[in-house]
C-alpha cells in the first residue's frame, strides 16, 4: 500500500495515499481498533450537510470566501450522495463527544476540496479545522448532526414502511370483516369476533406508533449547532445557529431550528430517548402482531390454523414439506434487540456530566440501528407474510362450532352459574353445547337456537 504524509499539530502520520483523511482520522482509526460497529453513514451524510449549511452562512457572515465555500459545497454534495463511503473508517467505540468522527469529515472534504480548487488554479486552501469547521465545535456539530439523522431516518425510511403496512391492513380487515371466528384471551377460548376486527386491532397499533413517533420526533427538529464548545457560542458569530439551522430546513424541507438553550443540547440527550421510547412502543406492538400471525398460523393440522402464511423457503433441513413463520421470527428478533438498544441509549442518555453527554457515538448508533431494523423489517413482513397472508375459512368455521365460550351468550337469561354449568358438562361429556343445554334442560331447543347466535354477539360498530 502506498502512503502519504499527514501533520496536525501532534505531528507527522502515514496515511493511506488513495484516502481523503488526513492525521487525526489515522490517529483515531489506529488507537481505536474496537469491535466492527462503524460509525453510520447515515450520520456522516447529516454530517456533510451540517458542512455545506455552515460553509454557505460563514460565507454570508463574510468570514469564508466563496472559492471555498463553493469547494466544500461541491464536496459535501458528493457526501450526501454516497460517493465517497469509504473514506469514513472509524469506530463507534471512540471519544465519546464524537470529535475524531467530525474531523475525519472536515479532513475529508477539506483534502477534496483542496483538489478542486488545485484543479481550478485557485490559490485558496481550506484549512480542516479554520474552515470546515468555522464557527463550530465536535460539542455542538456533532449532536447537530446526531438529531439530522435520526430524523431524516424516522421520516424517509420508517414511517413510509409503517404506512405501507397499515394500508394492507386495512385491506384485510375490508376482506375479512364479516368472517366470524373465535375469539381467545389468556391462550383460552373466549367470545366471538370477526377477523376482519382482530385485525383493525394491529391495524390500531400501528396508526397510534406512527402518531407517538411522529410527536416524539418533532423535539428532533431542535439542533445544538451554535453551542460550540460549552453551550456558550464561543468563535461563533451571534446568528451563526439560527442561519445555519435555517439553511438545513430550507435544504431537507423539514422544520430544523436552533435549540433555544444550547447548554441544555450539549450536555442532554433526552429528546433522543424520548424519540426511541416511541421506536421502542411500535417494536413491541410488532413483536405482538408478528406473534400472533405465527400463533394462528402455527400447525397445520396439529396447530390453530386459522391463518396461512406463505410458503418461502423449506422450513426444515430434516422435515420435508415443513413451513415455518421465519418472518414473525426475523421481527421477533429485531424487537427484543431494539429492546436492548432502548436501554443502552436511557443509560447513554442519563451521563449528561456538566456541560456535555460524552456517550454520543453509542446513542446514535443504537437510535440509527433501531430505524433501520424496523424500518427493513417492517418491508420485509409486509411483502413475505402480511401482504400473502390468508385465512383457513373452513378450519375458523370448525373452531367457532367447537367453541364452548358460545354459552357467555345465554348469560342474561339464565345466569352465569347456569351458563358455567352447561359448559362444563358439555367439556366432560363431550357433548355440544345445545346437546348440554337441553340435558341440563336449562332452556329450550327454540331458546337456545335464539339465544346462542354467534352472528349476534359480534358487535359491527
Not at 57 to 67: A, C, I, Q
Not at 75 to 91: R, T
Not at 324 to 331: D, G, I, K, R, W
Not at 337 to 365: H, M, R, W
Request: hydrophobic share 40%; glycine share 6%; with cysteine.
Amino acid at each position: 500500500m502506498e502512503y502519504r504524509i499527514e501533520r496536525d499539530t501532534m505531528g507527522e502520520v502515514k496515511v493511506p495515499a488513495d484516502k481523503f483523511w488526513a492525521a487525526q482520522t489515522e490517529r483515531s482509526r489506529n488507537n481505536f481498533k474496537i469491535g466492527q460497529e462503524k460509525m453510520p453513514l447515515a450520520l456522516i451524510h447529516a454530517f456533510a450537510g451540517l458542512k455545506k449549511a455552515a460553509a454557505n452562512v460563514n460565507h454570508s457572515l463574510g468570514t469564508l470566501s466563496e472559492e471555498k465555500k463553493d469547494a466544500i459545497e461541491t464536496v459535501c454534495n458528493d457526501i450526501m450522495q454516497g460517493k465517497y463511503d469509504d473514506h469514513f473508517p472509524l469506530s463507534v467505540w471512540q471519544t465519546g463527544s464524537g470529535t475524531q468522527s467530525n474531523m475525519n469529515v472536515n479532513e475529508v472534504v477539506a483534502n477534496r476540496a483542496n483538489a478542486l480548487l488545485e484543479q481550478e488554479g485557485s490559490g485558496e486552501k481550506v484549512h480542516p479545522n479554520d474552515d470546515v469547521n468555522m464557527s463550530q465545535s465536535s460539542n455542538d456539530s456533532f449532536p447537530t448532526a446526531m438529531h439530522i439523522a435520526a430524523y431524516l431516518a424516522v421520516q424517509k425510511n420508517l414511517i413510509p414502511q409503517v404506512d405501507t403496512l397499515t394500508e394492507t391492513l386495512k385491506a384485510k380487515e375490508r376482506e375479512y370483516e364479516n368472517l366470524l371466528k373465535i375469539g381467545r384471551t389468556h391462550l383460552q377460548d373466549a367470545t366471538p369476533l370477526t377477523l376482519g376486527q382482530e385485525i383493525s386491532g394491529w391495524r390500531a397499533m400501528l396508526e397510534r406508533c406512527k402518531l407517538m413517533i411522529q410527536e416524539s420526533s418533532r423535539h428532533l427538529l431542535n439542533l445544538a449547532i451554535g453551542g460550540t464548545a460549552v453551550g456558550t457560542g464561543i468563535n461563533a458569530h451571534p446568528d451563526f445557529g439560527s442561519k445555519t439551522a435555517a439553511f438545513i430546513a430550507e435544504e431537507t424541507g423539514y422544520p430544523f431550528q436552533a435549540s433555544t438553550n444550547t447548554f441544555h443540547a450539549l450536555t442532554s440527550h433526552d429528546e433522543l430517548a424520548h424519540a426511541h421510547g416511541a421506536l421502542k412502543a411500535l417494536a413491541a406492538d410488532m413483536m405482538k402482531i408478528a406473534n400472533d400471525v405465527r400463533w394462528l398460523a402455527s400447525g397445520p393440522r396439529t396447530g390453530i390454523g386459522e391463518l396461512v402464511i406463505p410458503a418461502n423457503e423449506p422450513g426444515s433441513s430434516i422435515m420435508p414439506g415443513k413451513v415455518n413463520p421465519t418472518q414473525s421470527e426475523a421481527v421477533t428478533m429485531i424487537a427484543v434487540q431494539i429492546f436492548g438498544n432502548d436501554a443502552t441509549i436511557s443509560f447513554a442518555a442519563s451521563q449528561g456530566n456538566f456541560e456535555l453527554n460524552v456517550f454520543k457515538p453509542v446513542i446514535i448508533y443504537n437510535f440509527l440501528q433501531s430505524v433501520q431494523l424496523l424500518a427493513d423489517g417492517i418491508k420485509s413482513f409486509h411483502d413475505n407474510c402480511m401482504e400473502g397472508l390468508e385465512a383457513n375459512q373452513e378450519k375458523i368455521k370448525e373452531n367457532v362450532q367447537r367453541s364452548l365460550m358460545l354459552v357467555t351468550a345465554l348469560n342474561p337469561y339464565i345466569g352465569y352459574e347456569k351458563a358455567a354449568e352447561i359448559a362444563k358438562y358439555a367439556y366432560k361429556e363431550n357433548l355440544t353445547l345445545k346437546e348440554a343445554a337441553l340435558h341440563l334442560k336449562y332452556v329450550t331447543e327454540e331458546q337456545f337456537d335464539e339465544w346462542v347466535n354467534p352472528e349476534k354477539m359480534v358487535s359491527k360498530k
